[in-house]
């Protein structure tokens, strides 16, 4: 690729439309035009002039803007489809009822759009590496885009050649009698209206507001910070999700805060005392909570224990888990999500004689967290428990099966002994059902005379590391937004030859009002010849305004 | 040519980079739900717990000797099956340098005890009453075994059951030298 040997002797890169010294058009459109394209001040862009490696092909790839807007349009698109119906996350049935339930609720629409994973689309591999893909775009095209631009605005010269300034959009023309008054009139002017002046020579530069040209490229950055902090949430130790069901009485390990334990002391839900009304009776609501609330005690190993040490766990704190007052430590928070009332937690029994039931021989409490083997009723009667399976579920090869270790479902084997019964009675009985007796009829059983229960409460643990740098991101990101929206890029270039000729011409990125007022304001104070608009006098005005929409405020 | 060069290699660093934090988010995403804290060669972290007698278990006071570490419950079905074939092993292995202990999660001393006199286990049966040890090894679906070398650290994983072959075949691995 060559580079292009200016009339004035510069050398540009390729790809550029004008001059990087002296602004004359250098492609063979922009010499007939009437009005140069000042996009990126007519620097080349980059992707647009080295095409020859694979990793070139790639860079220009996601280096158009029209491959940017594409990306923008299917994410936007694809992002619009998953709120079409709720994702799997936020739909509250169990993990493997999932897919039924879109079947139930949304019939076949359901049904086809959770098996085609639209259900969990903000995580399928797909969407990633099409925000990746645009994140990507958005770089490139900024790199590619904002480095020249920013050299190019960097390295300004005051004297332009006429070439350049008559293809700009304002033109004046004519003569003034005092060229140095003139240019000192007008360097007054323009730095009373706030501008950056220029002198070399005959030559001024007026320039205003330059930094809106960064608008967009800092909104670019925050876009990436943005993004970044969402893709660190997946780095282990900057976002934790974790959840937890604790039973009264309980203590445990808290998943994803190592070496913390908590106890639920009590659980405690408190309701209004109303009588339900209009609407409330009309859905069924009965009970208004009035307090939710867990009280916890946290614990910490030592330093250095190992885990399933709880030997010397150090009593941090008791707290009070409400609604808005989550536990918070060391940069994690507890929230309380869901309770869970009256599990059982104790069993009552009386042993009786079945010919007389009002007779006991003496209760046993059953403590269904830690059941004794032997109760020894005192009397010479005693009754031993052989199974217990605290979620029976049948039996299986004689054995009465448990299908979890909650005790939704308490069942027990027990042997009786009494003075009459010395070698025992077996007996195994499940809640609400009468005794089964395996080894034929039995004198005596075991009578339910009670429970106690216990409640359970449902925390989630979190721990978000990255919202600050979200916020950060968010902030620039309107930061550049704003800068790009409400300032603009105003010059002026002015050049008056000793023998009173002026050539002028103004530029400015976007709101031509503001810049046509200060042009009034300085043609009026220093006694320059009235300017023109290039696009308002011309028939193709409404047609190059419109091409140039969009992007011109780069 | 120089400055060339220099673009190619600048070029292809940042779109490395770019697709590196790609592929690492699709990958991360993908295996959100089965993340391992623990990867095989790392070393498995140490955790002391109480069997059913009261005696106190610290992996590291097996250094030097392989460990089969097995984290089951009693309501698990396949667990249970493979329990015999585990004791059956145990016993072949236990004088050659290869340990069991297998980690309850959070039972009653009860069940447990009723669980390992009805399976006549010979090795230490350890309760993880607070969950603080499957928490660390992240177990999730039971039975989950770790093989774990004479270095202590993790030679093999696997979630699910067990046939008898199998748990002599990973006992043999972590055999010491």
């Not at chain 1, 647009?48 to 694979?54: A, C, E, G, L, R």
């Not at chain 1, 002198?199 to 800092?218: H, Q, T």
Request: aromatic share 10%; glycine share 8%; net charge positive.
């Amino acid at each position: 690729m060559e580079n292009i040997i200016c009339a004035c002797g510069h050398s540009n890169p390729y790809g550029t439309k004008l001059c990087e010294k002296c602004g004359r058009p250098l492609t063979e459109e922009g010499k007939q035009t009437k009005v140069v394209d000042m996009r990126y001040d007519g620097m080349a862009i980059r992707s647009k002039t080295y095409n020859t490696t694979i990793v070139d092909k790639i860079w220009n790839f996601f280096s158009n803007v029209k491959v940017g807007i594409a990306l923008i349009i299917i994410t936007l698109v694809a992002a619009s489809i998953g709120t079409i119906l709720p994702q799997a996350i936020y739909v509250n049935v169990p993990e493997p009822s999932k897919a039924e339930y879109y079947e139930k609720v949304y019939g076949l629409l359901g049904k086809l759009y959770n098996n085609l994973g639209l259900s969990n689309l903000y995580s399928t591999w797909w969407f990633q590496i099409l925000v990746g893909m645009l994140a990507i775009s958005i770089i490139v095209a900024s790199l590619d885009r904002g480095l020249p631009l920013h050299k190019s605005l960097k390295n300004q010269r005051v004297k332009r050649h006429e070439s350049f300034m008559k293809r700009q959009r304002i033109v004046a023309e004519g003569q003034v009698p005092n060229p140095e008054e003139t240019l000192d009139k007008v360097e007054q002017k323009m730095t009373d209206l706030k501008y950056r002046v220029r002198r070399d020579g005959s030559a001024l530069l007026a320039e205003r507001g330059r930094f809106a040209r960064y608008g967009p490229y800092i909104n670019h950055v925050g876009l990436i910070i943005f993004l970044a902090g969402v893709m660190l949430r997946l780095v282990p130790g900057f976002y934790v999700d974790e959840t937890i069901w604790i039973r009264e009485g309980e203590t445990r390990a808290i998943p994803g805060m190592d070496g913390y334990f908590i106890k639920n002391n009590k659980f405690i839900l408190e309701t209004h005392d109303n009588k339900p009304q209009d609407e409330q009776s009309n859905q069924g609501v009965n009970a208004m909570a009035k307090n939710y609330q867990t009280d916890i005690t946290l614990y910490k190993q030592p330093d250095g224990a190992l885990p399933g040490d709880t030997d010397n766990l150090k009593k941090l704190r008791d707290y009070s888990i409400r609604v808005n007052h989550p536990l918070k430590e060391n940069s994690f928070a507890l929230y309380q999500m869901n309770y869970r009332l009256n599990e059982l937690r104790q069993m009552n029994f009386k042993l009786v004689n079945k010919a007389n039931e009002e007779e006991s021989l003496g209760q046993i409490e059953i403590d269904l967290t830690n059941p004794k083997k032997e109760y020894d009723l005192g009397n010479g009667s005693s009754v031993q428990i052989l199974v217990y399976t605290p979620d029976f579920s049948g039996f299986k090869d004689g054995e009465p099966q448990t299908q979890t270790s909650i005790p939704n479902n308490p069942a027990f084997i027990f042997k009786m002994t009494t003075p009459e019964t010395p070698k025992g009675e077996v007996s195994f009985v499940e809640i609400r059902k009468p005794p089964f007796e395996p080894l034929g009829e039995n004198k005596y059983r075991m009578k339910f005379t009670g429970v106690e229960t216990r409640n359970s409460s449902n925390f989630t643990i979190r721990k978000d590391s990255t919202i600050p740098m979200l916020f950060v991101g968010g902030i620039i990101f309107m930061i550049g937004v704003v800068i790009g929206s409400y300032w603009n890029h105003r010059r002026l270039w002015l050049q008056v030859e000793p023998d009173g000729r002026v050539l002028m011409a103004a530029h400015v990125n976007k709101n031509m009002f503001s810049m046509k007022k200060d042009l009034d304001t300085v043609t009026t104070f220093a006694g320059l010849p009235p300017y023109e608009d290039q696009l308002d006098a011309s028939e193709d005005v409404k047609k190059s305004t419109k091409e140039k929409e969009g992007d011109n405020n780069l | 040519m120089e400055k060339k060069k220099k673009r190619l290699v600048i070029r292809t660093i940042i779109l490395a980079v770019l697709v590196l934090a790609i592929g690492y988010t699709v990958y991360g995403t993908a295996t959100k739900d089965k993340v391992e804290l623990i990867a095989v060669g790392s070393k498995a972290p140490d955790f002391t717990l109480v069997d059913l007698n009261g005696e106190k278990h610290k992996l590291s006071d097996y250094k030097g000797q392989g460990v089969f570490l097995n984290f089951w419950a009693t309501f698990c079905g396949p667990c249970e099956r493979e329990m015999p074939a585990i004791n059956r092993q145990y016993q072949v292995f236990k004088d050659q340098g290869v340990q069991t202990l297998s980690v309850n999660l959070a039972q009653t001393d009860f069940e447990v005890q009723n669980f390992v006199d009805r399976h006549e286990l010979t090795f230490p049966v350890v309760i993880d009453k607070t969950k603080s040890v499957s928490t660390t090894y992240n177990v999730g679906n039971l039975p989950a075994t770790l093989v774990i070398d004479p270095d202590g650290k993790v030679a093999k994983i696997i979630t699910g059951e067990l046939e008898e072959g199998k748990i002599a075949s990973y006992m043999e691995l972590v055999k010491p030298k």
